[in-house]
């Protein structure tokens, strides 16, 4: 699709990823360009365009280009994506090329990574419960078809093992399973090999379009991987119909990136030198998520997003908390004591998860039973704090009836281990600790429910 | 193609970053509108240097080229006000996002090259160019009328909607006016005005969206703005034509307020401008308001609504010009004599498009980033609210009471935006982490949130709920603050160790934060109460503590008096409903108020499953 055999060698100045050069013909804001260095053939994209000068970010950076050594050849268009459903199953670099041993992958169509937003109006409202087979979350902070639902996490904790649980479990109740895109950004090695680990022993490779940029792959290219990963998620979900869940891991990675190309623009920085731009620019990704009226396919996003320092108020963790629908947050101290994986429900929420729940949905009980676990374990982890400065001698025995709910529902409730559980397990384990209590304690559960469920003999 | 010579009125693009373009070859007004590149992207020109303008472009500009041409529109920003707003959706800068979507934009394009999307500047093309309104004049050829005089009126679902003169046009005569089955673009009439010239009416006209619609005098507040919320009307009221300001971090429920507000708010009209937000929120509105009565007419609450949705991943310029387009839209409503209500989520996301185009401009910063305008940006929004009486005759009062939702990073309120929110507003709702973390909802803090206009309502109330809603509300904050001095001491000192009194006192603000200041949004008894109810409420629930005093003093225990029945019922009294619920409520209150020793109930000798073996 080359329109342009330009080749521009007024190459000015050199910095960090960015390129400026003297342009001698005309090209677009946007424009995807082609670096040419002595050695090899970079990526650009032209961020800022004068009448003198262009302004090019190098997705690969530009260590070892040289000014007089350096052409720019534009292509005359933004950069896009060739789409294909025979990407599943399929592990490919930042930019959508195979890095496998597959064939070539021939496309569907092409696609402009930028996305276009969609029109407010013609989405359809996220009503689908989705069994993730995570008790803690298909309980108390249940994630809906077209939500975009993050993840967050400190270092050390599982979180990309509880997003590739979420990735090879989910499922639409008595449905298919979701397909799935992944998009590493910044991890490890390591990490992106256990991704790909648990999606290969649950035998759902085929399932899985891979787009990996790897903490040591170039990190302005970062910004255009998960653009790549939710191109494709779209292609699948509004052009082919199937049930698209994205997982992209880790966002603090693709953060600093921004703040990388930012700082070498020159930018006036906002907080902790990220730039003030930082919340548009995560909208365009999360905002891609949803469904559309008439249409069968829907797209669902699981960020994962470190917490600095286990900070929820650091930017990223803050800025995504704004955009999306509702977060899973984990917690150190579970972790520590074995609860896997380490949920901690108190902090967690799903904006959309009541249009997703109750009689027709999940149970007609599902938004009380949620209520008073949660009422319940709140007062328990209230307890805890007050046993501290008191001792647990000063309490009430129904106080320390509560202590132990606490402690029963994170060991058994939200520490399910490996297990995947169905919603009907999850309700079950629901009720073994919510049995722990006396019925009059429960004072979230109508009598109707406490009838059925849990009859007046002891438990 | 770059040192082509501009036609007249035509300039060319000599540089663009982002949303921001400079031209050169033009010479436009501050605030003109202008078309940028062969797709015709809308501009406003925001500086002038020498020959170059720099422009802000409220559309994607990727694909823009050096020498694109720029074309020069002669008109700023407008918003064009007629008929056919209510239950529409708009973006933020009017385009009719419904009526595209049903035209099968799914998504949305830039420019006006070929687009069911294409913005006209010369019509009003937001509203429904096709639709038919039939138009009853109340003047006949011949009258006088002046600027904001009502030529006649149209039938636009739960409202008369007025045809006015538009404020800047006038003093004349009608030379032509008759009944007509018009659109908005036709002509039903004609004005000669006594400087010679001749102006057509219709029933939409134009307004620029960053000038203020006059008025003839602003009013004082005299009522509030009734939203149904107990915490917010009973404790922390607005008033209508107030100001009001939601700040909390995400999570604390922003918006769930907001679209209460949006649904249980007396007001006849409501602007909800979604600016910068979720747009799964959008469709969540779109998907439940129809099926929602409006509580005043009984008619579908969308009827009532206009819904401006500029989502979050829009180009960033958009946003202030969304915010503004709303307030146009609801002093236009206001000056038919309507009380309209402004909910506006989030000021903080308008905030940051502020600053990501002061950064793009390379001014100097202010405080984290912002520019030094910040706040005075924001008073000009926020003065904008207000009851008044309209220009024009007959004499209309309407008003128009904003809503304004902050998102503060971090959840700290000392960042710029909010504290320069707070300066203007009236309310101040603080939604705070820790209540919503305990899920207590709306999560409306009592120690930092503040009502000013609580001496500018206090004879409402008094006239309309109750005679002593002044001395209950100072009761309620103040068994709230000793409650929350007492959790300190308890914190230290475990909760046997304070005194029997203190312990009721805990006792009846716990009843106070669970029976009566978190109400749930979601159930349908719940939602929205009436004052009435709500304040019948309060009383029963402030009864507790002269109850529960009395029982201990005659010798029960407290735990023995909380057992009691009547307790038990306070607790599940906000769902109660029906016709007769006010009185039942005041017997509840009269029961509780009556508790004693011998209604204790003696725990030690229950069998029930909740007791102890």
Redesign the interface.
């Known amino acids: 699709m080359r329109l342009s055999s330009v080749r521009l060698t007024g190459v000015e100045r050199i910095a960090g990823p960015i390129i400026v050069v003297r ?1 001698v013909a ?6 995807e360009v082609e670096v040419v260095g002595p050695a090899d053939r970079r990526h650009g994209r032209v ?5 003198d000068l262009a ?1 090019i970010q190098v997705y690969e950076g530009t260590f070892v280009l040289e000014a007089g050594a350096t052409t720019i050849e534009p292509s005359g268009e ?1 950069f896009r994506l060739g789409v294909s459903v025979s990407m599943l199953g399929r592990a490919l670099d930042g930019r959508g090329r195979p890095i496998d041993d597959g064939p070539p992958i021939i496309a569907d169509e092409l696609a402009d990574v ?13 009503v689908d419960f989705i069994e993730t087979g995570i008790t803690a979350i298909d309980m108390l902070a249940s994630l809906v078809r ?2 975009k639902l993050p993840i967050f996490t400190g270092a050390g904790l599982p979180a990309n093992d509880l997003a590739a649980r979420i990735a090879v479990g989910s499922r639409l109740i008595g449905d298919e399973r979701f397909v799935t895109v992944f998009c590493a950004m910044g991890v490890t090695r390591r990490e992106a090999d256990e991704f790909r680990d648990a999606f290969a022993s649950s035998a759902s490779i085929e399932r899985i379009a891979v787009f990996l940029n790897l903490a040591d792959d170039p990190a302005i290219e970062r910004l255009l991987a998960p653009r790549c990963a939710l191109t494709l998620g779209e292609h699948l979900a ?1 052009d082919l119909g199937l049930d698209v869940l994205a997982v992209m891991t880790d966002v603090l990675a693709y953060g600093e990136a921004l703040r990388e190309l930012s700082t070498a623009r020159e ?5 902790r030198g990220y ?3 930082l ?2 620019d995560l ?2 990704l999360f ?4 469904r ?2 008439g ?1 069968r396919g829907s797209l669902t996003v699981v960020p994962v997003v470190s917490m600095p320092d286990d900070d929820i ?3 990223i963790p ?2 995504t ?3 999306t ?3 899973i947050v984990l917690a150190r101290d579970l972790h520590g004591r074995g609860v896997e994986p380490p949920i901690d429900v ?2 967690c ?1 799903s ?2 998860m ?2 997703g729940i109750g009689a027709g949905r999940t149970r007609e009980e599902h ?1 009380v039973v949620a ?1 008073q676990l ?2 319940s374990y ?1 007062r328990g982890r209230e307890l805890r704090r ?1 046993v501290t ?2 001792g647990e001698a ?1 309490l009430s ?1 129904a106080e320390h009836r509560i202590l132990a709910f606490a402690d029963a529902f994170e060991d058994a409730f939200v520490g399910q281990g490996p297990a995947r559980r169905t919603l009907d397990e999850s309700f079950d384990a629901a009720w073994a600790v919510l049995r722990t209590l ?4 429960l ?1 979230r559960l109508p009598q109707e429910v406490l009838d059925a469920r849990y009859p ?1 003999t ?1 438990p | 193609m770059t040192t082509a010579i501009a036609p007249p009125g035509k300039g060319r693009v000599v540089r663009a970053a982002g949303s921001v373009v400079r031209a050169a070859g033009l010479a436009p007004a501050i605030g003109e509108v202008v078309l940028v590149g062969e797709r015709g992207l809308l501009g406003e020109v925001i500086r002038l240097e020498a020959d170059v303008a720099t422009i802000q472009v409220y559309e994607e500009t990727a694909g823009l080229r050096i020498g694109d041409p720029v074309t020069a529109t002669g008109r700023p920003l407008v918003a064009w006000l007629g008929p056919g707003h209510l239950g529409a959706t708009f973006d933020g800068l009017e385009r009719p996002l419904d009526r595209l979507a049903a035209a099968g934009a799914v998504h949305l394009a830039a420019g006006r090259a070929g687009d069911a999307s294409a913005i006209d500047v010369d019509r009003p093309v937001g509203l429904d160019l096709d639709r038919r309104w039939a138009f009853v004049p109340s003047h006949s050829p011949g009258d006088r009328v002046g600027p904001g005089d009502v030529l006649g009126e149209v039938r636009d679902g739960p409202i008369r909607h007025r045809i006015l003169v538009p404020p800047d046009v006038g003093p004349g005569t009608v030379r032509d006016i008759a009944p007509a089955d018009a659109t908005v673009e036709t002509q039903v009439g004609l004005l000669a005005l006594d400087d010679g010239s001749t102006v057509p009416v219709r029933l939409a006209h134009a307004w620029p969206v960053r000038r203020p619609r006059p008025v003839v005098r602003r009013l004082a507040v005299e009522r509030p703005l009734v939203t149904g919320q107990r915490v917010l009307d009973m404790l922390f009221p607005v008033a209508e034509g107030g100001t009001a300001v939601i700040p909390g971090g995400f999570g604390t429920g922003k918006t769930v307020v907001e679209q209460a507000l949006a649904r249980w708010s007396d007001a006849d009209v409501v602007v909800y401008v979604g600016c910068g937000e979720r747009g799964n929120e959008m469709a969540e509105l779109l998907a439940t308001f129809p099926a929602l009565a409006d509580p005043r007419t009984g008619g579908p609450l969308l009827a009532r609504t206009v819904l401006i949705a500029n989502t979050s991943n829009m180009p960033v310029a958009a946003r202030e010009a969304s915010v503004q387009v709303g307030m146009t839209i609801a002093e236009y409503f206001r000056d038919q004599g309507l009380r309209v209500a402004l909910l506006a989520d989030s000021t903080s996301r308008w905030a940051e498009a502020l600053r990501e185009i002061g950064g793009r401009l390379e001014e100097l910063p202010g405080e984290e980033g912002y520019p030094a305008y910040l706040g005075s940006r924001l008073a000009a929004f926020y003065e904008r609210a207000g009851r008044a009486v309209a220009v024009g005759g007959p004499e209309r009062t309407g008003s128009v009471t904003l809503v304004a939702a902050v998102s503060p990073p971090g959840g700290d309120f000392s960042e710029p935006v909010t504290q320069a929110s707070l300066r203007l507003g009236g309310t101040l709702w603080a939604l705070q982490t820790d209540l919503a973390h305990a899920r207590h909802f709306p999560a409306i803090g009592w120690t930092q949130s503040y009502s000013l206009y609580l001496d500018a309502l206090g004879p409402w109330y008094a006239a309309n709920v109750d005679r002593d809603w002044a001395t209950l509300r100072a009761t309620a904050i103040e068994l709230l603050a000793r409650e929350r001095v007492l959790l300190d001491v308890v914190a230290l000192v475990g909760a046997d160790a304070i005194p029997d009194g203190d312990k009721v006192v805990l006792e009846v603000a716990r009843l106070v934060r669970e029976a009566f200041l978190q109400q749930h949004a979601f159930d349908p008894r719940d939602a929205s109460r009436p004052p009435r109810v709500q304040v019948a409420l309060l009383r029963a629930v402030l009864a507790a503590e002269g109850g529960l005093g009395r029982a201990i003093e005659g010798g029960a225990t407290l735990e023995a008096a909380l057992a009691a029945p009547v307790l038990e019922e306070l607790a599940r009294a906000k769902t109660w409903t029906g016709e007769d619920v006010v009185v039942r409520l005041a017997d509840l209150e009269r029961r509780v108020g009556q508790l004693t020793a011998a209604t204790a109930v003696d725990t030690t000798e229950s069998t029930g499953p909740g007791a102890e073996p």
């Open positions: 342009r005309d090209m677009a804001l946007g424009e961020l800022e365009v004068t009448e302004v933004p930028a996305g276009a937003p969609m029109n407010p109006a013609a989405r359809d409202n996220p077209g939500q509004f930018e006036i920085p906002g907080r730039p003030g731009y919340y548009t909208a365009t905002e891609r998520a949803g559309l009226r249409r108020t650091h930017p803050d800025l908390g704004y955009i629908e509702g977060q108190l902090l929420l904006r959309v009541n249009a938004r209520d949660y009422a709140a007050l400065v008191v000063a025995p006396p019925r009059s304690e004072r007046e002891r």
